[in-house]
């Protein structure tokens, strides 16, 4: 769970530092247009400030599906992602 909470507050930051509207925000806030709205530059960003931070991968494909996603669900995927790497390692 921590791996969790720490995902969470880097894309929460992430979000404040790009001027994005993070107040407020919920494990079921949407991110996608019935959300917060984010556009691919944010995702892009936030994939890559995640890659750096922790090792989760972050692909493309990725991207598009974020939109679809709740912040809860992006931020347990993400770190299961980063617990899978770090185990493989």
Do not use: Y
Not at 11 to 37: F, I, K, M, W
Not at 65 to 73: N, P, W
């Amino acid at each position: 769970m921590k791996e969790n909470e720490k995902l969470r507050e880097l894309v929460v930051d992430t979000l404040n530092e790009l001027h994005q509207e993070a107040t407020d925000l919920t494990d079921d806030t949407p991110l996608g247009p019935a959300g917060l709205d984010l556009e691919s530059l944010v995702i892009a960003e936030l994939g890559m400030r995640i890659e750096e931070s922790c090792g989760a991968p972050f692909s493309d494909e990725d991207m598009e599906r974020v939109a679809g996603q709740t912040l809860g669900e992006f931020v347990a995927e993400m770190a299961e992602r980063a617990r899978a790497g770090a185990a493989a390692s």
